[in-house]
C-alpha cells in the first residue's frame, strides 16, 4: 500500500527538502513502504480543486456508504491557509477558515471515492497567546473578543473538517501547546527539537496503522475467517477473497 504525502508542517514553518527527506528516512527506518513528495496544498489552491468537480459539490452520505471501495493508497497532505501569519481578526480571514474547513470537507471525501485515505498533518500551533480586545457595547456591559493566531485556526479547522464531510479522514501529527523554549523569539519557529518531535507524531501513528491494514488486507485477501465474524463485513468491506 503506498502513500503519497506532502509535508509536515507546522505552524509558520515552510516546507523543506530536508523535512522531506526525514520523513522517508523515518519510514524506511520503521519499514513502512510509504513515499513521500514536497508540496504543500495552501487554500486558494484547494479550493480550485474542490470547484473543478461537480460545481464544488462533494459525495453524499448515502453515495459514501453505498459505494463499495477497495482503499488502495493513503495520502499524506499538509495544508495550510494562504497567510498563516499574524491572527484570524477579520471577517475576510474568518471567511477564509469557514470555506477552507468546508472544501476540506469536500476533499477527503471524494479522495475516499477514488480509493484513498487522506491523513492531514497538523501543525504546530504558534505558543502566542490568543489576542483579546474588551470593549463596552451600548448598554454599558462589557465584552472580549478572542482572535486565534492563524496556525491554531488552522489546528482546529483541520480537526473540524475530519469530522464534518461524508467521510471523517485522519489527522496526524501536531502539537496544539507548543513549548514557548522551542519556539524561536516569535513563538512560531519550531526549532530542531520541535520539528524532530513533529516527525516522530506523524511517522509512529501512520506506521502502526500502515502494518495493521496491511494484515488486515492479507487475513481479508486470504483467511478471512482469521477475523471475528462480527468485525468481518466492516474490515474486508471491498476486499474480494483469493479463491483456493
Given at each position: 500500500m503506498a502513500a503519497a504525502a506532502s509535508t509536515t508542517g507546522g505552524g509558520a514553518v515552510s516546507s523543506t527538502q530536508a523535512t522531506i527527506d526525514a520523513l522517508q528516512n523515518a519510514f524506511k527506518a520503521r519499514g513502512a513502504d510509504i513515499g513521500v513528495y514536497p508540496g504543500v496544498v495552501d487554500g486558494t489552491a484547494l479550493h480550485q480543486l474542490v470547484m473543478a468537480e461537480s460545481g464544488g459539490v462533494g459525495p453524499t452520505h448515502d453515495e459514501v456508504f453505498n459505494a463499495n471501495i477497495n482503499v488502495s493508497e493513503w495520502v499524506l497532505m499538509n495544508f495550510e491557509f494562504d497567510d498563516m501569519t499574524g491572527y484570524i481578526d477579520t471577517p475576510e480571514k474568518q471567511a477564509a477558515v469557514d470555506q477552507f474547513k468546508q472544501d476540506l470537507a469536500v476533499y477527503g471525501a471524494r479522495e475516499y471515492m477514488k480509493g484513498r485515505v487522506v491523513h492531514a498533518v497538523l501543525p504546530i500551533v504558534s505558543c502566542q497567546p490568543e489576542r483579546v480586545e474588551r470593549f463596552i457595547d451600548a448598554a454599558g456591559f462589557a465584552h472580549e473578543r478572542r482572535y486565534p493566531t492563524a496556525s491554531r485556526a488552522l489546528y482546529g479547522a483541520i480537526n473540524s473538517a475530519s469530522r464534518s464531510g461524508a467521510v471523517s479522514f485522519l489527522t496526524v501529527g501536531g502539537v496544539y501547546q507548543s513549548n514557548p523554549g522551542h519556539?524561536?523569539?516569535?513563538?512560531?519557529?519550531?526549532?530542531?527539537?520541535?520539528?524532530?518531535?513533529?516527525?516522530?507524531?506523524?511517522?509512529?501513528?501512520?506506521?502502526?496503522?500502515?502494518?495493521?491494514?496491511?494484515?488486515?488486507?492479507?487475513?481479508?485477501?486470504?483467511n478471512p475467517e482469521a477475523i471475528p465474524e462480527y468485525e468481518r463485513a466492516g474490515q474486508c468491506w471491498g476486499i474480494e477473497p483469493e479463491k483456493k
Open positions: 519556539m524561536g523569539d516569535d513563538c512560531s519557529t519550531p526549532d530542531q527539537s520541535a520539528q524532530d518531535e513533529q516527525i516522530s507524531r506523524i511517522v509512529d501513528p501512520l506506521v502502526i496503522n500502515y502494518h495493521t491494514a496491511l494484515d488486515t488486507i492479507d487475513k481479508c485477501k486470504h
